[in-house]
């Protein structure tokens, strides 16, 4: 059974269009982190968070893209964001990139992350990340601080 | 026999930084992309011509990145780009990013682009490239417009 | 009277943060733009269909911030643009940047822009849209397409 | 006698093109960036060093920039700054941005700083870099650390 999946949207900017006539490739990481972070909000955690209180920093440690259709301008996307793999020190997410319009898939990707303190330096993730992100991947839609 | 490397040199802006103190990952796409032009340049092509006079656009279908070591701001680095595999439409490039000061590998990234017009449809590579790219893969060092 | 002014509320994202820990200062610009889109998309008008089929490109000539406190990482940010002159070849438009939690100012700033066609030549404003973006000089809220 | 200005050679990257096939706007800004780190080492200074060593961080408190021509992609730009003001605790720098094939100009820029220290508090500029930038005022080309 799949880890539930959490979906953002946002709208391509200008910015993020190159002279090709559509989105530039490196934009898609910035957005796969936009929808990491969405994700571990609708989990209940803050990244902000995690970073500043529990001196959990996910530094990524491998990143990869296939680009199957171009994105646009304007267009409405939906970023989908879900854990892949939970270990004590290493965090494994995957994405998808939809047009809304169309409902045409964009993109696929994965991220790998090694936990680190603000030094840099890896150490383990804290309990509680570690249940409630390996809840999602026995397929349950588990929320920090929810009543068991 | 590996293929010959390419190498330029740039150095890390301060909007490449993130709040970690260290290069955000998205930006090594932006290098490797230096990178990659930067060789087709040594080659003897100009990637601005092979768009607008050639027609040949080589979008990205995949890109990935390892990061081994955090990029800092202000550091020199060597982008190293070398062709790993050129077929009749698409065409893979490899990537190593290398702190100059301490000759430290940062990343290695790998990235396969389809060979499009300008309206974004897959083509053939021109003839001039495959003899020059295929080249390199033989471990020979030619430039477009050498005599052979 | 002043300008109606649209608002659009945007997160700020980890790529957008630099060493210093604050949001790195060339973003407010591509906030600013979208602040602009959506205010153009509020007064019925889309950019994209305003280059594509109105031929009609709004190309920055001038552009200036002012910035009164950082933005951080994940804050919720309330873009605020209005137009403020308008004339055949030429519109300006005023932005303000406020942090949503505490309503606090963070940012002020302009932007004038030239009309240009697809070829960068400058040109007149197409007549549906100096109407509507005059009349919110007089300060009403119209939207193009509404009945008078 | 206007002060010594500094000059910075890049070339426009694939990643700063948008979709009308120009440089998109904000770039600049980081140019201009790159342009002053450059006139400080020019001087004698490293950026880095002055955020390290001597707590002082120049931050950006009013960013403004003059569009004339575009720029394009794989154009070589120099990148020319200088020091127009320096106050205890401000500092104001000019730039210019020129296409190096045609000697265009094509932007013009000004930044104004406030000196803060790590926690973005202001304060005074340390006297070695006063005593510098001021003598670039007066027409002299000084070095920090340089012999009178």
């Known amino acids: 059974m799949a880890a539930p999946v959490h979906e953002t949207t946002l709208r ?3 910015a993020e269009t190159d002279q090709m006539g559509v989105v530039y490739h490196s934009n898609f990481f910035i957005w796969f982190e936009v929808g990491r972070v969405e994700l571990l909000r609708a989990l209940g955690f803050s990244y902000h968070d995690m970073e500043k209180l529990d001196d959990s920093h996910i530094v990524v440690a491998e990143a990869k893209c296939s680009y199957k259709k ?3 301008y304007d267009d409405l996307l939906r970023i989908r964001a879900r854990i892949l ?3 004590r020190r290493t965090i494994r997410f995957g994405y998808e990139v939809i047009r809304d319009s169309s409902g045409q898939l ?3 990707g994965e991220t790998l992350h ?3 303190n603000r030094s ?3 150490r383990s993730l804290p309990e509680k990340y570690v249940n409630v992100f390996s809840a999602t991947l026995r397929g349950s839609t588990p929320r920090y601080g929810d009543s068991p």
């Open 120 to 122: 840099g330096r890896p």
């Open 114 to 116: 090694v936990i680190c």
């Open 106 to 108: 964009l993109a696929t």
């Open 70 to 72: 171009p994105a646009r």
């Open 85 to 87: 793999q939970v270990r």
């Open 12 to 14: 391509v900017r200008y």
